[in-house]
């Protein structure tokens, strides 16, 4: 029976993704585990898995196409001893997409595509059957395992996946079958939560009737553009937020770097010897606020309608400017963690995600973001809240100023901390307790350090 491999939904909220590159033709023989493909949605470009053996006997949808739809045919495979010109005229046709692009959209995450096993005879597949779900957690798996498991009445959660990344597939269920696994319980779907609504405004009409013909050139939105505007929109319209201010004297936290910099370990390398991390101000910044949540932890937490969540450990998220576009990498366990790690962690996520290489765990969720323009001689700026999370810090410039120590004015270097807060979940006296123990921890900051 012909495999229909589908557009995969790689996050939660991706409704379309771009066709990025076929690593397979017609014709090639493919096994599970097998890179087939990549997408790209609006954050990284990922690849793609086979999770069954047999031939490509159709690309329906060919490389460069955009705006393909979640669960979109895409493809089809013939299974080992089926005909794979019979499976090929089984397909329908492909969905309508946009035409491709010269410059490719950015990407979002990646994983194995789901597929159905039915042949298909409309032009529009029908959406694919979720994924069970066990103590809230998705059990993946295909949709021929999730078929014979509720032909033979079994519970998926119940069943250990040997698929690629644990994802179930068929030999698991007959195995599971032969083994006597528990029965399924009864299903309940829950309803995917609506995207973001995108920003309203004027018309674009209305707009470029402003400005003389001739004068401006068109940049068209691409994924990454369009999911900012969204989820910028959502915040601003749905968080009640205000803002705190510290600043902070840098001045014995800049001599404690220079002389853990000055002691580094060396490591051999390619290119020579070279020191085995090297602090910024970013790295006590992203330690400084970890701890303070981890002192403050009412306040590291998040909304929902029902409850407040409260975070167990501090995933610091870190803002990353890459070209025409902003993401947020998420050091996870900051508290936890030593400067040099989260140094280095930091380095090498803010590399792939300008090489779009980011893994999905890598920047979805997070308890609290770090922006830092400071760089650039920004003194103080305020960010959005990044929602689910209920803080963010933006950070400006070291600059030197006057400052009192022992009754005596001093030239001391002061950093502007400004907190965004969401009031809902962090009330004012609450939101200065957190900008006061992270103002402790940057002006102390050999405490980081025991």
């Known amino acids: 029976m012909p495999i229909n491999i589908t557009m995969p939904a790689l996050s939660p909220t991706m409704e379309e993704g771009n066709l990025a590159k076929w690593l397979v033709k017609e014709g090639d023989k493919v096994k599970s585990g097998d890179v087939i493909a990549e997408i790209e949605t609006d954050k990284a470009t990922m690849e793609v898995e086979a999770v069954d053996e047999g031939t490509i006997a159709k690309i329906v949808v060919p490389a460069g196409t955009e705006a393909v739809k979640v669960n979109a045919l895409i493809a089809i495979i013939a299974e080992e001893g089926e005909d794979v010109a019979a499976a090929a005229a089984g397909a329908g046709s492909a969905p309508k997409a946009e035409a491709p692009k010269a410059e490719a959209a950015k ?40 078929r014979l498991a509720k032909e033979a009445g079994l519970d998926l959660s119940a069943v250990t996946g040997t698929g690629p990344h644990g994802r179930v597939v068929k030999a698991d269920i ?29 018309s674009d009409e209305s707009t470029l009737k402003l400005f003389a013909e001739g004068s401006y050139e068109l940049l068209p939105h691409d994924g990454m553009r369009k999911t900012i505007a969204a989820r910028l929109t959502e915040s601003t319209q749905t968080v009640p937020s205000y803002t705190v201010s510290m600043d902070c004297e840098l001045d014995a936290m800049l001599k404690l770097r220079g002389e853990i910099n000055a002691s580094a370990p060396v490591k051999k390398t390619e290119k020579g010897e070279v020191p085995a991390f090297k602090l910024s101000v970013n790295d006590f910044i992203i330690k400084a606020l970890a701890l303070a949540l981890r002192d403050v932890p009412m306040a590291n937490a998040s909304w929902t309608s029902t409850a407040r969540v409260l975070h167990k450990h501090s995933d610091v998220g870190v803002a990353v400017s890459i070209p025409d576009g902003l993401i947020t990498p998420i050091v996870r366990k900051a508290e936890t ?99 006061s123990a992270f103002k402790r921890y940057i002006e102390n900051p050999m405490s980081m350090l025991v």
């Open 174 to 202: 007959e195995k599971a079958a032969a083994g006597g696994a528990k029965a399924a319980p009864a299903a309940a779907q829950s309803a995917a939560a609506p995207a973001p609504a995108a920003a309203k405004g004027p």
């Open 337 to 435: 963690k030593a400067l040099s790690v989260i140094s280095n962690e930091v380095k090498d996520m803010a590399k792939r995600a300008r090489d779009k290489k980011l893994k999905p765990e890598e920047y979805q969720g997070g308890t609290t973001s770090v922006s830092n323009l400071g760089m650039f001689g920004v003194s103080s700026f305020t960010s959005i809240v990044n929602l689910p999370q209920a803080s963010i810090v933006s950070i400006g410039a070291g600059v030197e100023k006057p400052v009192v120590r022992n009754g005596k004015i001093e030239v001391g270097t002061v950093m502007s901390a400004t907190f965004a807060f969401d009031h809902r979940v962090i009330d004012g006296a609450l939101g200065a307790e957190l900008a």
């Open 107 to 146: 990407a979002e995450t990646g994983s194995e595509a789901p597929k159905s096993e039915k042949p298909v005879t409309d032009a529009a597949p029908a959406p694919s059957t979720p994924a069970p779900v066990a103590d809230g957690k998705r059990v993946f798996s295909s949709p021929l395992a999730r």
